[in-house]
């Protein structure tokens, strides 16, 4: 095997490393239900399923700022922060997944999912 030949595959199977890696870390997430479980993760990074509290959005389009709260199975809200486009949908949506960090009782959320069941319930 020539020179060329062994530094290509060494450079492919470090880049297949790095992404299996990235993979796991995602699938290895902790998702947490409650909000009184997060203090336990001290500023690790979380996922969070909650309630959307309509009232409480605030969204500003210049600096692409969300601010909205989620409610967990107890009734318990959290505070939400995400920097990117507010989602099309997001004002019809029941429920959001986060990905981010806990810290200080706030959640800054570097991924944010929505889900509609409504979407998909049969009309009467």
Not at 42 to 70: E, M, N, P
Request: charged fraction near 25%.
């Amino acid at each position: 095997m020539s020179k060329w030949m062994y530094v290509a595959v060494v450079v492919l199977l470090a880049g297949f490393a790095v992404l299996t890696a990235m993979e796991l870390k995602d699938a290895t997430t902790p998702y947490v239900t409650k909000i009184a479980d997060m203090r336990q993760f001290g500023g690790r990074t979380i996922q969070f399923k909650g309630s959307i509290a309509h009232g409480r959005t605030v969204y500003d389009r210049a600096t692409h700022d969300l601010r909205f709260a989620l409610k967990d199975d107890a009734g318990k809200i959290l505070d939400v922060s995400y920097d990117g486009v507010k989602p099309g949908n997001f004002d019809d949506a029941d429920c959001a997944v986060v990905r981010g960090v806990y810290k200080d009782g706030k959640f800054r959320a570097d991924q944010l999912s929505l889900k509609c069941p409504s979407k998909y319930q049969g009309k009467t």
